[in-house]
């Protein structure tokens, strides 16, 4: 194959007419001759040559390279050799230094220098001699068949040396002849190519000495680990022989080790190595990890001290193991003259201490080995790493102290393990590589203190990258039951990209620990960050046991920057305060993600609740492992998210917990997202909707906190982006303070989309603060200010239910002692294009009382106002609700408070609402029965389109009592405004002001409802201010109703009048101003229904003790009014009622079509008109009544005066046709033609006139 790759372990076999050659990245060169087979381990740097013939070039400075047979090692440094399995064995170099000695015997080596070879048979190893190399050079097959080599021009010095030798010893023919008879065989691989032998070189003779003394017996290779005391330190070089049987060989001088067999055979690591088992030993878990039957037997050898300049020989021959250990008792360092240390052999290299620092300067690098394991053992000890690091398969690292590791390029490893009893600093100059588990950690052992450390800090100038998609990588904190000065931060710098195929993660723990300063999270990335798994990033006051939660002076933040996207299967960023987890200082959550944030789907939170992007502050109470204590931040609570986009595949999860917590400060959670922002996560029923942004301060059994948060600020939540999409569920955005939560200032949602906000399923936007069921005997809860609630939205769709409120109330089944209280203002504005909801649309405040029990309802302070605004049109499936409802439901139990106005301001396009199983389509509601609002009450309902209600329609501010409620009182006035060009329903249209019942309004009570279009209802229509039985209104009261034409089907009205526009002040009401009706139509007025029942009726009924303290006036005006029943017109006075001024009914109409007609004032049994009565019949053209026809007077005498004008028109009544004054005053016919079966026109007081001007009778 050419170009293919050979891994380590592998072998290679040439065949009869083959050759190979391979080239490694040192640019070692290593060729096969024919039937040549051949293996390595760890790169070049060791060969194994079953049979055939090999080619070794080794560049200058690099490592040596050796090669075994099965009877000689060679090696060969910075030269070229030929090597031939023989028999015999023949070893040439060509150019460079080698040397050979049996095989695992060292101490026999024999120098070889270039131009010179040796051979080897039987055990015995011949003297050097020198070869013709100039003709290996030309006839070598492993030479001449392949390219130039590149260490040829110091092959050609050996050859020019060679021939400057031989002319100057005068044998320039004879040894160079080619057929010179070769002393040595010629192999089959022609790997010799018949060298001629120069010269032999024979050392000098020694003189006899007596025989040595036999060496003492190799000790045993097991058992307890003695130090080797001298020299210290003991120097490790690159003529280092180390065998794993085990000895160890430098400058001649043989120390032996031991082998450790593992725990059964050698009891615990620690002990054996150790001497000893430390705190730190046990936390870090070093008996487990050499307990695992991959990491042992290992040899081992204890030094002094320990120093390492250059890369050792490693024999595992003679049953070696794979495994060592170098352990310095007081140190290890190293120094030059260095180079890379690759411990070829070995799949394991420890290096450890027992109670002392290790140093290693860059003089020195580690470069492909399996797994290398480095531990500075001993309180206060250190580990610097300056060496560089590439292809480690695994990396283990740990010190009682700090680890400084320094790395000037790129460090390539597979694991990585780290772990730091105080500092942990990665200094990365490259990009970091890695390919397995990565676990960083700093720990600070229980019951003990650091006074400044225990940071971990990891900058890497180029990418952080784990390939690995089944390990995960873990930075961490831990400082459980310890104690920290100034510290425990964890900094992450990555200049580039941060890359994880799997998990990565970063906690700070310090459960039951105490940091005075310092728990920092802050990781920030020049590039992207990517996760395969989860993305967690956790600061860990409580880790949800049983443990004591944590203690922070000043720190616990959280921070996270990148330079481009976040992408994650699923994310998890937090701060866990919660269990009574306490924090002196202000604390901030920030997140700021320059490009998109993408998860994929669902996975578990730090909570182990689903979502696939969760960003959370929690410092709430949770007892849920025994800790009763609430949670403490001593400042400003800040959780802040920004991105350019946000696509979450799963729930998006974002919350500020302070349940039944304190944040002396104030709550802050900003959700900032420049341009979209798409859930498309589904519901999960009973546990999340798809996308959750909450502010939560309550308390409650329901969710297990006995009692609210505190908030010693503002609590403010905000949102904003370009579109906001929850494609599969439900949004929910909200600031929860029931039950007895208190926030000190203000309470505020600002949403805001400069594009759309669109729902799958709900959407709902509330500030809560309620009592409830679950309130432990907690009342509402407590807004020390405003309470504001922003929406602002190019366009809403939502496909289920909208819900928009200012929860304020006592809710069912609400114990007492009472509801909410905003100390100010309850403002709930929305601002949008178009709204299309598939369900119910509810925006509301509400403030009542509906609980269990005595108990009052809520209080706002100042003005309560619900601001609704669409510039085009509102759909929506259901009820469209827009109401504040301030009323008491329970009997002896008062209503909410409200300071100020009242308001519900509602101004759309084209509005089109459908009916839910009660039929009312759209209500807009101040209910104030049994509640007190000291300033005004207003409705202003404005459409520039059309108002098409699928079902009823209802307008009405209730003040009355209902039996059972208790009446309201309105401080100031009450007033209706509808405006729309047209305005129909399916059911009923109910307009209407209730003061009834000692209902009191201090000011004015007025209706006003204008059309530019017309008014169409299929059943009844309805304009009433009903004041009667003692409600004083201190002022005028008026109804004024406007339109083009007004069509009323008055179908299934039961006995209600088709059209009812009336006041009510009957009974003893009291109205210290005017009274009028007013309703004008440049069109016509139509009323459909039932002859029996479906009435017109434009009424005033002042009767039975009402007093009006100005005049009263009806105004009916239409082009044409045709009802199917009777109209009528009246004013009733009667049984002792009173109207200061005048008493005046004007009915205009081009022709009027009636079954009956009655226009008339009732001032009889005792009733008192101040003014005059009249009544005037404006009719141009024709009026047709099928039964009686009545324009009467009763009780004139009780009036200054009274006058009956028919001005005009023709009366066509089927039966009687009737003008009438019972006492003084005057009837006027002015050109009006009379036509009845029975007519009758009387004045019958004494003074009484009848004036007769024109037409006929």
């Not at 021939?163 to 192999?187: H, R, S, W």
């Not at 329901?702 to 999409?725: E, K, M, R, W, Y």
């Amino acid at each position: 194959m050419v170009n293919d790759k050979v891994i380590f372990g592998s072998a290679v076999r040439t065949g009869v007419e083959s050759r190979t050659e391979l080239t490694f990245k040192d640019l070692t060169i290593t060729r096969l001759g024919a039937n040549t087979i051949f293996s390595f381990t760890a790169g070049a740097r060791q060969a194994e040559l079953t049979q055939g013939a090999i080619l070794l070039q080794v560049p200058p400075k690099a490592a040596p390279v050796r090669a075994n047979t099965t009877a000689i090692t060679v090696s060969v440094t910075g030269g070229t050799a030929l090597l031939a399995t023989g028999p015999p064995t023949k070893f040439m170099v060509l150019e460079g230094i080698g040397s050979i000695y049996p095989l695992g015997h060292p101490e026999k080596a024999v120098t070889v220098h270039g131009g010179e070879m040796v051979m080897s048979e039987n055990g015995r190893i011949s003297n050097p001699e020198k070869f013709d190399v100039k003709l290996v050079l030309a006839t070598s097959a492993l030479i001449v068949d392949f390219a130039p080599l590149t260490n040829l021009p110091l092959i050609l010095a050996v050859v020019d040396q060679q021939l400057a030798e031989q002319q100057l010893a005068g044998t320039t023919t004879q040894p160079l002849a080619k057929n010179f008879v070769d002393v040595i065989d010629v192999t089959d691989q022609n790997a010799t190519a018949n060298p001629v032998v120069v010269e032999e070189r024979i050392g000098t003779p020694s003189p006899t000495v007596s025989p040595p003394p036999p060496p003492p017996p190799t000790p045993s290779k097991f058992g307890t680990l003695t130090v080797i005391t001298s020299p210290a330190p003991y120097v490790i070089t690159s003529g280092t022989t180390i065998t794993t049987d085990p000895s160890i060989t430098t400058n001649g001088v043989t120390d032996y080790g031991k082998i450790y067999r593992g725990p059964t055979d050698d009891g615990a690591f620690s002990l054996w190595a150790f001497g000893s088992t430390s705190a730190f030993d046990t936390a870090l878990g070093i008996d487990n990890f050499f307990a695992d039957p991959n990491r042992f037997p290992i040899a081992a050898f204890k030094f002094q001290s320990l120093s390492l300049s250059g890369n050792p020989i490693i024999d595992t021959s003679n049953g070696g193991v794979t495994k060592l250990a170098l352990i310095g008792v007081n140190g290890i360092t190293s120094g030059p003259p260095g180079g890379t240390l690759t411990f070829t052999g070995l799949d394991l290299l420890a290096l450890g201490t027992v109670n002392g620092s290790i140093n290693l300067t860059s003089d020195v690098s580690f470069q492909d080995l399996n797994e290398l394991v480095m531990y500075a053992r001993g309180a206060g000890s250190n580990l610097i790493l300056s060496s560089p690091i590439s292809n480690i398969g695994t990396l283990q690292l740990a010190a009682e102290g700090s680890i400084q590791l320094t790395n000037a390029g790129t460090m390539s490893v597979g694991e990585f393990h780290a772990t730091a009893g105080d500092d942990l600093t990665l200094q990365i100059g490259g990009s970091l590589l890695l390919n397995g588990k990565v676990r960083l950690n700093t720990l600070v052992l229980p019951g003990t203190t650091v006074a400044s450390g225990a940071n971990l800090t990891l900058n890497v100038t180029g990418d952080y990258t784990n390939n690995s998609a089944t390990d995960s990588s873990r930075l961490r904190v831990r400082n459980e039951d310890a104690h920290i000065g100034t510290g425990g931060n964890i900094a992450v710098s990555i200049g580039g990209d941060l890359t994880a195929m799997s998990d990565f993660e970063v906690v700070v723990h310090n459960t039951n620990g105490q940091i005075d300063n310092g728990g920092n999270i802050t990781l920030a990335t020049g590039g992207s960050i990517s996760t395969g798994g989860e993305f967690s990033l956790l600061v860990e006051n409580y880790n949800e046991t049983a443990n004591p939660a944590g203690h922070i002076g000043t720190g616990g933040n959280l921070s996270l920057t990148t330079g481009g996207n976040l992408t994650a299967d699923f994310a998890s960023i937090a701060i866990n305060n919660r269990g009574g987890g306490r924090i002196d200082s202000a604390v901030s959550l920030t997140v700021d993600i320059a490009g998109a944030v993408t998860t994929m789907e669902n996975g578990t939170d730090f909570l182990g609740n689903p979502a696939s992007l969760s960003v959370a502050l929690s410092t709430r109470y949770d007892d849920g492992g025994g800790n009763t204590s609430g949670s403490f931040i001593g400042g400003d609570a800040t959780l802040g998210f920004h991105a350019d986009s946000a696509s979450i595949g799963g729930g998006l999860s974002v919350f500020l917990s302070d349940r039944g917590g304190t944040i002396s400060g104030n709550a802050l959670l900003n959700f900032n997202i420049t341009h979209d922002v798409t859930v498309t996560g589904a519901d999960i029923p009973m546990i999340a909707d798809a996308a959750d942004i909450e502010l939560l301060n309550d308390g409650g059994t329901n969710i297990l906190s006995p009692f609210g948060g505190t908030i010693h600020g503002d609590a403010t939540l905000q949102v904003s982006a370009a579109n906001l999409s929850v494609s599969a569920g439900s949004l929910d955005v909200l600031v929860q303070n029931n039950n007895g939560g208190l926030i000190d200032s203000n309470a505020t949602i600002n949403f805001n989309l400069a594009g759309n906000l669109t729902t799958g399923h709900y959407a709902t936007f509330w500030i809560a603060n309620l009592q409830n069921s679950f309130s432990n005997g907690s009342p509402g809860g407590s807004i020390g200010s405003a309470a504001t609630l922003n929406i602002n939205a190019a366009n809403i769709s939502v496909g289920n239910d909208f819900f928009a409120a200012i929860r304020n109330q006592r809710a069912g089944g609400a114990p007492g002692p009472g509801a909410g209280s905003i100390g100010t203002n309850a403002m709930l504005n929305i601002a949008t294009g178009s709204f299309t909801v598939g369900g119910v649309l509810d925006v509301e405040i509400d403030n009542f009382n509906n609980g269990s029990g005595s108990g009052t309802g809520g209080s706002i302070g100042e003005s309560a106002a619900v601001n609704f605004n669409t510039d085009n049109a509102v759909t929506s499936g259901s009820t469209a609700y827009f109401q504040i409802r301030n009323e008491s439901d329970i009997s002896g139990s008062a209503g909410g408070f409200i300071g100020g106005d009242a308001t519900v301001d509602v101004s759309v396009g084209d509005l089109t609402s459908g009916p839910n199983v009660n039929s009312h389509a759209l209500v807009v509601n101040i209910d104030n029965r049994g509640g007190s609002i000291g300033g005004s009450a207003s409705i202003d309902f404005g459409a520039t389109g059309s108002v098409n209600a699928q079902g009823n329609a209802l307008f009405q501010i209730y003040n009355f009592n209902d039996g059972t409620s208790g009446p309201g009182a309105i401080g100031g006035n009450a007033t209706i405004n509808v405006s729309a060009v047209n305005l129909s329903t399916a059911g009923f249209l109910y307009d209407a002001i209730g003061n009834s019942s000692s209902g009191s309004i201090t000011g004015s009570a007025n209706l006003n409802f204008n059309l530019t279009g017309d008014l169409t209802s299929q059943s009844y229509a309805n304009f009433v201010i009903d004041n009667s039985f003692g409600g004083p209104i201190g002022s005028d009261v008026a109804i004024s109703v406007n339109a083009a034409n007004a069509h009323i089907s008055a179908a299934n009205i039961g006995m209600s009048p088709a059209l009812d526009v009336s006041i009510f002040n009957f009974g003893g009401g009291t109205i210290v101003g005017s009274a009028n009706i007013s309703l004008n139509l440049t069109g016509d007025l139509t009323t459909q229904g039932d002859p029996s029942f479906a009435f017109s009726v434009f009424d005033i009924d002042n009767s039975s003790g009402g007093v009006i303290g100005g005049a009263a006036a009806i105004n009916v005006s239409a082009a044409n009014i045709s009802t199917a029943s009777s109209l009528f017109a009246q004013i009733v006075n009667l049984n002792g009622g009173m109207i200061s001024g005048n008493a005046t009914i004007d009915v205009t109409a081009g022709n009027i079509t009636a079954n009956s007609l009655f226009a008339g004032i009732d001032n009889s049994s005792g009733g008192t008109i101040g003014g005059n009565a009249n009544i005037n019949m404006n009719v141009s053209g024709t009026t047709t009544v099928t039964n009686d026809a009545t324009v009467a007077i009763y009780g004139s005498d009780g009036a200054a005066s009274a006058a009956i004008n028919i001005n005009g028109g023709s009366y066509n009544a089927g039966q009687q046709f009737l003008t009438y004054i019972d006492g003084n005053g005057t009837i006027t016919f002015n050109n009006a033609t009379a036509h009845a079966d029975v007519l009758k026109a009387g004045v019958f007081g004494a003074n009484g006139v009848l004036n007769v001007g024109g037409g006929m009778l």
